[in-house]
């Protein structure tokens, strides 16, 4: 079981559409989601992270295998 980045996240992804709160911080090696809780849908294994501050759900690159 594990967490694997899935695809690139664009400069623009990494805020909520919601509020333009910092959600991800992206690195070449690494993708790191600050401050959020994270829903899986397991059949799928798609992420969605909540915002901190207006509480929307946001998707993240993230695909869980498991």
């Given at each position: 079981?594990?967490?694997f980045?899935?695809m ?10 919601t509020?333009?709160?910092?959600l991800?911080v992206?690195s ?8 959020a809780?994270l829903?899986?849908?397991?059949p ?10 207006c509480k ?6 993230l695909?869980?295998v498991g």
């Amino acid at each position: 079981m594990g967490i694997f980045p899935t695809m690139e996240i664009s400069q623009d992804r990494g805020r909520c559409p919601t509020c333009r709160a910092t959600l991800l911080v992206r690195s070449p090696e690494e993708v790191v989601i600050r401050n959020a809780i994270l829903k899986v849908d397991g059949p799928t294994g798609r992420v969605t992270a909540k915002c901190p501050r207006c509480k929307a759900w946001v998707e993240v690159p993230l695909k869980y295998v498991g």
